[in-house]
């Protein structure tokens, strides 16, 4: 095991979980300098003004979702909601992982990576349909539309989401259930190759995950490194 691995590993994944989860919450209007309501509004619907050529929308429950963001952000403080997220995704990316590698998933599909090596889609994409999720009916027609419109970042992530909460029923300590904002901040793609998914998978090998569970120990104990660096300065 190469600690030092694991170390840059982790850093890195805390810088970057950080700096995604800022611009879920920008995309929202809420930013460290203050929190900006919604340039359209109309039932169910808001629109946010982004600087871009288009304002970013958000409808039905993601707004509620975003009401319970800004209480969070008001009562506890932009950067310290920021941290908490980044860190639940953290350590929800962690356990399945570990997980995944040792077959201990009770659905035995993989979700961060797949058993066909080179493949870099997730298994639980194709088997999403064939697997205990507790999906609605509603969620099986929003992953059906996921898919036509080869929305395959959006599609992982609502079914990492899904397996996440269905680990709770059998692990609640481990995987205590996610409040609906988190869900909102979450900003994890399996396609970008320098995200947290692929260096995981690629930069972590599969015999340091196998049967050794003080790794998750070490990656947890990196990823608080520069934190505790910076609350001694």
């Not at 995944?100 to 659905?107: A, G, H, K, Q």
């Not at 961060?112 to 493949?119: A, D, H, V, W």
Request: some cysteine; hydrophobic content about 35%.
């Amino acid at each position: 095991m190469d600690k030092n691995k694991l170390k840059t590993f982790a850093i890195e994944s805390r810088r970057q979980l950080i700096e995604d989860t800022t611009y879920q919450a920008n995309l929202l209007g809420i930013t460290k300098d203050g929190i900006h309501g919604p340039v359209e509004e109309s039932e169910g619907m808001q629109a946010f003004d982004i600087g871009g050529s288009k304002p970013y929308v958000i409808y039905d429950d993601d707004i509620e979702k975003r009401a319970n963001l800004v209480k969070e952000v008001q009562d506890k403080g932009f950067e310290n909601v920021i941290e908490e997220v980044a860190y639940t995704w953290f350590n929800r990316i962690i356990a399945i992982r570990y997980m995944e590698v040792n077959d201990y998933l009770p659905t035995r599909v993989r979700v961060l990576s797949s058993e066909t090596r080179g493949k870099m889609e997730p298994d639980i994409i194709k088997e999403a349909f064939n697997i205990d999720l507790n999906l609605t009916n509603d969620n099986i027609q929003y992953i059906y539309k996921l898919k036509e419109e080869n929305k395959n970042d959006e599609l992982f992530q609502f079914l990492f989401i899904k397996q996440c909460n269905k680990l709770n029923e059998i692990l609640p300590e481990l995987f205590e259930k996610t409040q609906d904002y988190t869900e909102l901040l979450l900003n994890i793609p399996y396609t970008n190759s320098k995200g947290i998914i692929q260096e995981l998978i690629n930069n972590i090998s599969e015999d340091d995950l196998k049967n050794q569970v003080e790794i998750i120990g070490w990656l947890y104990q990196f990823y608080n490194t520069e934190l505790k660096d910076n609350t001694f300065e």
